[in-house]
T-cell receptor
Framework: GQQLNQSPQSMFIQEGEDVSMNCTSS?????WLWYKQDPGEGPVLLIA?????ELTSNGRLTAQFGITRKDSFLNISASIPSDVGIYFC????????????FGEGTQLTVNP | KAGVTQTPRYLIKTRGQQVTLSCSPI?????VSWYQQTPGQGLQFLFE???????NKGNFPGRFSGRQFSNSRSEMNVSTLELGDSALYLC???????????FGQGTRLTVV
């Protein structure tokens, strides 16, 4: 089945640093979504990408849909303590309806 | 607009029992998907309902079932509970295009 490889698994950074994480797949996706999840809560949608090469920002967050449609990355600039959480990428293929395939997540820790 | 609402937030059940979880999607959204989240397996797709019909199904045993009502509210049922069914169950609602999925807070199910 489809799988998304997300890296890194975890990151420990200082407040103010920039962060980058990415997802790769062996399959093509038509949509890439990035979510943040806090403990005990549901994932919150951060950014949605719909076209190869698309670059979209949401405040300090920027994400890109890879040209090959098999990868995506998320950058967080000038990190702050409230950025702590688990970040997930998710993809939707052309044949899966609204079915999301998720990456394993990146645990982000920000030291003040 | 109100977000996705899942009830109950927490449940404790005994092995062999059955359980029903409820999800009210965002107003106007007709697609509802269910996911199981566990530390070992991550986020796994269970099924998707659209206009009261199951549109997609993941690789879970038949003990996991769902339905959707005419007002788009959805329920998920798990029969003959096993210890391994302990997880956070998440519901996501999407517009007709299905390319942006919004999650509820989840129902934490513990099977003892």
């Amino acid at each position: 089945g489809q799988q998304l490889n997300q890296s890194p698994q975890s990151m420990f950074i200082q407040e103010g640093e920039d962060v980058s994480m990415n997802c790769t797949s062996s399959s093509i996706f038509n949509t890439w979504l990035w979510y943040k999840q806090d403990p005990g809560e549901g994932p919150v949608l951060l950014i949605a990408l719909y076209k190869a090469g698309e670059l979209t920002s949401n405040g300090r967050l920027t994400a890109q849909f890879g040209i090959t449609r098999k990868d995506s990355f998320l950058n967080i600039s000038a990190s702050i303590p409230s950025d702590v959480g688990i970040y997930f990428c998710a993809g939707i293929s052309g044949t899966s309806g609204s079915r999301l395939t998720f990456g394993e997540g990146t645990q982000l820790t920000v030291n003040p | 607009k109100a977000g996705v609402t899942q009830t109950p937030r927490y449940l404790i059940k005994t092995r062999g029992q059955q359980v029903t979880l409820s999800c009210s999607p965002i107003s106007g959204h007709r697609s509802v998907s269910w996911y199981q989240q566990t530390p070992g397996q991550g986020l796994q797709f269970l099924f998707e309902y659209f206009s009261e019909t199951q549109r997609n199904k993941g690789n879970f045993p038949g003990r996991f079932s769902g339905r959707q009502f005419s007002n788009s509210r959805s329920e998920m049922n798990v029969s003959t509970l096993e210890l391994g069914d302990s997880a956070l169950y998440l519901c996501a609602s999407s517009t007709d295009s299905g390319r942006r999925a919004f999650f509820g807070q989840g129902t934490r199910l513990t099977v003892v």
